[in-house]
């Protein structure tokens, strides 16, 4: 563990971009949003910042990228495929441990099955990451539920925690130790843990007072989701409630669906695009031929709360496949977050 003086701690974003382009906590001067974003000057980044409006999953499952071009050599018969990987460097400063679960889930996605997804790989390779452990909560924030903050434990290279005139900087990672040494970091006292561990039972205590926007208990609501048991018209009521935008799926830290589109360039080539996709559209699993399993809305509504909630889907995330974060309550124009989802099962259960 180290110490750095918070007048000083964007000094480590300035290291960082000697090597890395470097994304943060940005707070836009026009609308007061937050938006995790890259950034020239380090001191545009603010660590105080509310919880960014959109995941920072859009660095490395980006919205829409091309994934390789190909050609086609009609005469010859024969086809010229070019993979497009992005090596660059990235560095995300300031990331919530929210929104770090989420990277994390997207890891055990896309890299730790049977198959491992070069293209993501390529994102995640050459990243370094400084998580920020949120000593207040907000409004929105449910991470307690979901056992993914107010403090990242795993996936980080360094974890800031505010002291008050200081940050506690802890090493999780080779690279990241190699950081602290280099920037020549004071190194902590060993009470300093307990001190940190003080201030996380803090925050946690001001979730009843401060983060009054959501509640998700989801330990029964979680068995009742893996077993089925649900009353179907708790899910006709949940999809009569959704107008199919898509957007919860798109502020979710851990959501991975995804669409292949193949446009034309040219006669001879064409590029293939992966853009982002959504369980709540009727189109998302239409067959070929035009079957779909899944055309009732309150079949694809129960489809997203089962990826989120099911044991089944916690074994793959090692964890349930919900962070926390709360966007999905903050965007959903139906009012059918996944608190509030929890919350419709719960009545259900006690009736």
Same mark, same amino acid.
């Given at each position: ?109 896309? !890299?730790?099955? %049977?198959? #491992?997804? $070069?293209?993501?790989? /390529? ?10 452990? +949120? ?93 089925? !048991?649900?009353? %179907?018209? #708790?899910? $006709?009521?949940?999809? /009569? ?10 502020? +979710? ?99």
């Amino acid at each position: 563990m180290y110490l750095i003086k918070k007048s000083s701690v964007l000094d480590i974003a300035r290291e960082l971009q000697k090597e890395y382009r470097v994304y943060g906590p940005v707070v836009e001067k026009e609308t007061r949003q937050t938006m995790f974003t890259g950034v020239e000057d380090a001191a545009e980044l603010d660590l105080n910042a509310p919880i960014p409006a959109m995941p920072p999953k859009h660095i490395v499952f980006p919205h829409f990228e091309r994934i390789m071009s190909y050609t086609y050599d009609r005469a010859a018969k024969k086809a010229d495929i070019r993979p497009d990987f992005d090596d660059s460097r990235k560095a995300l400063f300031g990331i919530r441990s929210c929104d770090l679960t989420g990277i994390i889930c997207l890891d055990r996605f896309f !890299l730790g099955q %049977e198959f #491992v997804d $070069e293209v993501y790989r /390529n994102h995640r390779k050459n990243m370094f990451i400084v998580a920020n452990t +949120c000593t207040v909560p907000f409004k929105q924030c449910f991470c307690v539920c979901t056992d993914s903050g107010p403090s990242a434990r795993e996936g980080f290279d360094l974890n800031l925690t505010d002291l008050g005139d200081q940050y506690l900087v802890e090493a999780g990672s080779e690279k990241g130790k190699k950081l602290a040494e280099k920037m020549g970091l004071a190194k902590a006292d060993d009470s300093l843990a307990k001190r940190k561990e003080a201030i996380i039972d803090a925050s946690v205590s001001k979730f009843d007072a401060i983060a009054t926007d959501n509640k998700a208990w989801i330990s029964r609501v979680v068995n009742r989701v893996t077993t089925g !048991l649900i009353d %179907e018209k #708790v899910w $006709e009521y949940i999809g /009569n409630q959704c107008i199919e935008c898509g957007a919860c799926s798109y502020v +979710c830290p851990s959501c991975s669906c995804f669409n292949i589109v193949d446009p034309q360039t040219s006669e001879e080539a064409a590029d293939r695009m992966r853009t982002w996709d959504s369980c709540s559209y009727e189109g998302y699993s239409r067959m070929a031929g035009g079957h779909n399993p899944r055309k009732p809305v309150e079949d694809r509504r129960s489809k997203r709360f089962f990826c989120k909630l099911s044991y089944s889907q916690s074994k793959k995330y090692l964890r349930p496949g919900c962070v926390g974060c709360g966007r999905c309550q903050w965007v959903c124009p139906g009012d059918i977050g996944l608190p509030n989802v929890v919350t419709y099962i719960r009545r259900d259960i006690q009736q």
